[in-house]
């Protein structure tokens, strides 16, 4: 199976929700979300954390730089963060909040409060939500993507993401973002293929002014 042909079914059902669904997919062209699901929690939230409120390329410097520091390794464990000086990690391009964060994941995973992807397979979202979200520096938003990009979650929806709210003021031509809490209400309509309709709706803010033409 293609990557495209996995979201045939969410992508339309999403094409039937109304008019400016179908406009927005059939301008996009194909779902080509690529979770990358051979990823550990602990990585992948090590990964997202990098990633906040940065440029793609931003984070693929920080994390390289990162990696740098344990060559012997493709990535760091959780015992080799925990045992980094904290200044090292700033040097590799994480603020302060950020250097703290991530030894607090490395932690967490080292007491078991973040789970193995075996472990998390078996538990729910907001299960897996509530959890975490304990972790100093770790929000919803950040465990929203380690179950859309490691876990393989289908029915996900980051509200609090700047692009999908700015997304969704676009498709609609609302003046302003819906409030999380409303735009989470609105897109109980879209369950259970959320995940795809973030994709789709992140498309937009990349694209603006030539998507919904």
Known sequence: MTLSARYDASVAFLANVDGDWAKLIERVGPCRHDPKAAREPYEALVRAIAYQQLTAKAGDAIIERLKALFEDRAFPTPHDLV???????????????????????????????????????????ETLIDRMVGIKGVGRWTVEMLLMYSLERMDVLPVDDFGVREGYRVLKSLDEQPKPKVLREIAKAWAPHRTVAAWYLWRIPRERGTVLK
């Open 83 to 125: 045992g980094t000086e904290y200044e090292r990690l700033r040097s590799c391009g994480f603020s302060a909040s950020k250097a703290a964060t991530i030894q607090a994941i490395a932690a967490a995973t080292i007491s078991g409060v973040i789970p193995t992807r075996e472990m998390a397979a078996t538990m729910d979202d």
